[in-house]
């Protein structure tokens, strides 16, 4: 029995094993790189195609499905976002489509891609980016970034950091301003702090677990002999549990990413709007 506990510990631990370099700060996760660069690839390649496509006729069936996208995301960007930006609805579509398809790659059965990198030679190989916290991290960073762009462009230098010490609260006198700033300025640290950590660990936190799970279900005909009775009897349970998780996981990563590009929006619209 703790030899069996053992062996799936190990097999555990080895699908949630990084094929990374270097150390400490400085490690960099190759396969959450590798995968995020090919899905990045392969979504330019289809946006590409359906722009080259497109008609003003009759749209056949991937253009209509970019279409609806495309609308779906530019009327929650108009219902939003009340600043000037053109390029908005753009990068929410970005966001919406990228994160799916890194949430998408935990769709992958748990050890095909594992077993066909360990034949090319790699020792351990993750296929879900959005599983991986440097990936979360460096795009709530990104996002952070870009709320100090929008809030700077639409409210100046001088109007922008001014309200980190005159809101939420506000005085009509010189007095009361000054009483307040100290508040004002350290619920609005709060607030900066919070916003990278929101995007980065709920995404973070949601793949990790379902990736998590799906791994817990392979487990489940681990080390039991072809022809005994438990194997096919845990495989049965082992594909329902499976078809089960997989279909709720699905709208699992659906959600993430309209949440991840929602939350994008209301940060960028709050940044511009003045208080």
């Known amino acids: 029995m703790a030899s069996e506990s053992g062996g799936m510990t190990e097999y555990i631990k080895g699908k949630l094993e990084h094929l990374s370099v270097g150390e400490g700060f400085m490690t960099v996760n190759l396969d959450s790189v590798g995968v995020k660069v090919v899905l990045i690839v392969i979504l330019l390649a289809l946006l590409f195609k359906a722009s080259s496509r497109a008609t003003a006729g009759v749209p056949g069936k991937f253009q209509c499905f970019v279409e609806m996208i495309l609308e779906f995301v530019d009327g929650i960007v108009k219902e939003t976002f009340h600043g000037r930006a053109t390029m908005i609805a753009p990068l929410a579509l970005t966001i919406f489509c990228l994160v799916f398809l890194m949430n998408f790659m935990d769709m992958v059965p748990v050890g095909w891609l594992p077993?066909?990198?360990?034949?090319?030679?790699?020792?351990?190989?993750?296929?879900?980016?959005?599983?991986?916290?440097?990936?979360?991290?460096?795009?709530?960073?990104?996002?952070?970034?870009?709320?100090?762009?929008?809030?700077?462009?639409?409210?100046?230098?001088?109007?922008?950091?001014?309200?980190?010490?005159?809101?939420?609260?506000?005085a009509e006198g010189p007095v009361g301003k000054v009483l307040l700033a100290p508040a004002n300025l350290l619920l609005r640290v709060i607030e900066e702090l919070v916003r990278p950590l929101s995007l980065s660990l709920r995404l973070f936190g949601n793949m990790y677990a379902g990736e998590l799970i799906f791994i817990l279900i392979s487990t489940m005909t681990l080390g039991a002999g072809l022809f005994a009775l438990s194997t096919w009897l845990l495989g049965s349970a082992q594909f329902i549990a499976g078809f089960i998780w997989t279909v709720f996981?699905?709208?699992?990563?659906?959600?993430?990413?309209?949440?991840?590009?929602?939350?994008?929006?209301?940060?960028?619209?709050?940044?511009?709007?003045?208080?």
């Open 115 to 170: 077993t066909a990198g360990k034949a090319l030679g790699l020792e351990a190989l993750r296929v879900v980016p959005t599983a991986d916290l440097n990936t979360t991290v460096g795009m709530a960073i990104c996002v952070f970034f870009l709320i100090w762009y929008y809030g700077i462009k639409h409210k100046g230098f001088g109007g922008f950091f001014a309200e980190w010490f005159t809101a939420p609260f506000h």
């Open 249 to 275: 996981h699905i709208l699992v990563i659906t959600l993430q990413a309209f949440i991840f590009m929602m939350l994008t929006i209301v940060y960028l619209s709050m940044a511009a709007e003045h208080h």
